[in-house]
């Protein structure tokens, strides 16, 4: 995949086509994801490398825990109106 050319500094927001900032030299990223293509030729290749064929490959993926645990940990805010 080609590399993306525009980049972002992290701390003041200047553009640049450095990774390293031109205003502060501090790092720079990448201002925008790849694009992706339905097309991509080297899919396959990624697969193999990823060995996501593999039965045991989905095990190895994170999970969310379950909306009851999400709900027993959620920290619930209620806003006074009278402030």
């Known amino acids: 995949m080609a590399k993306q050319l525009l980049q972002q500094c992290l701390d003041c927001n200047a553009w640049s086509l450095s990774t390293t900032c031109p205003s502060c030299g501090k790092t720079a990223q ?39 645990e999400m709900r027993e940990s959620a920290v619930i805010k209620v806003i006074d109106e009278e402030e």
């Open 30 to 68: 990448a201002a925008a994801p790849l694009k992706w293509s339905p097309e991509d030729h080297r899919a396959e290749l990624r697969r193999k490398m990823y060995n996501v064929e593999d039965s045991s490959w989905p095990q190895s993926l994170p999970t969310l825990p379950s909306l009851e």
